[in-house]
């Protein structure tokens, strides 16, 4: 793969630009030859995009799930920074989108959460959790800056389709494990469930 330096911006260059496996715009140069992010993780500056992929394949279809009990921890969110920005203290959350491929099965609503603790496994309470997405959250409203008057509705897992959320909410930058994390009672089988999720985050 073929290393550039854009030293005047990319108006003077003709060729399609590939962006590898992310875009990660911290002055590194490195891109080839098409105009296509193909990984999971895009970074610009202090502003990330990342894809999840969610199975409920391990869910244990025998036991019963009870509000707040972890589903399946989808992965961790990324903390890095290009030079010169003041190390991070906070996650803020812009938008989560997700995208409910195949449903659950039985009625299964939740939402997503962030924790500092890794592995927690599927049928345990989440340790420590920070609601991202879900009727927990109590979004914020950008128009007054503060506090919106409304709350946010729970993910419907059982339900195929986009699930949008705009929560604009806050979360400490060691909370970086995300979690999808049922609301109500589950004693059916529900493995067959299947998602994505888009977060949309910045770190500061």
């Not at 939402?111 to 959790?129: C, E, F, I, K, Q």
């Amino acid at each position: 793969m073929a290393t550039t330096t854009l030293t005047q911006g990319i108006e003077a260059y003709e060729s399609d630009i590939t962006f590898g496996n992310g875009i990660d715009v911290t002055g590194t140069g490195t891109f080839s030859d098409s105009m296509t992010g193909t990984g999971l993780l895009h970074s610009f500056g202090t502003r990330k995009i990342q894809t999840f992929v969610g199975s409920l394949a391990a869910t244990d279809a025998a036991t019963a799930y009870a509000d707040g009990d972890v589903l399946v921890e989808l992965g961790t969110l990324d903390t890095s920074t290009p030079s010169g920005i003041v190390t991070p203290t906070k996650f803020f959350i812009h938008r989560a989108v997700v995208f409910i491929t195949t449903v659950a099965g039985p009625t299964l609503v939740g939402g997503l959460m962030l924790s500092a603790t890794s592995g927690t496994a599927t049928n345990s309470a989440v340790s420590s959790g920070t609601e991202i997405v879900g009727a927990g959250v109590a979004s914020f409203n950008p128009r007054i800056s503060a506090t919106d008057s409304v709350t946010e509705i729970d993910l419907d897992l059982d339900a195929a389709g986009y699930h949008v959320f705009d929560p604009l909410v806050q979360a400490a930058i060691a909370s970086k494990h995300l979690y999808v994390f049922a609301t109500t009672t589950m004693n059916a089988d529900g493995t067959a469930g299947r998602f994505t999720v888009e977060l949309e985050y910045s770190v500061h």
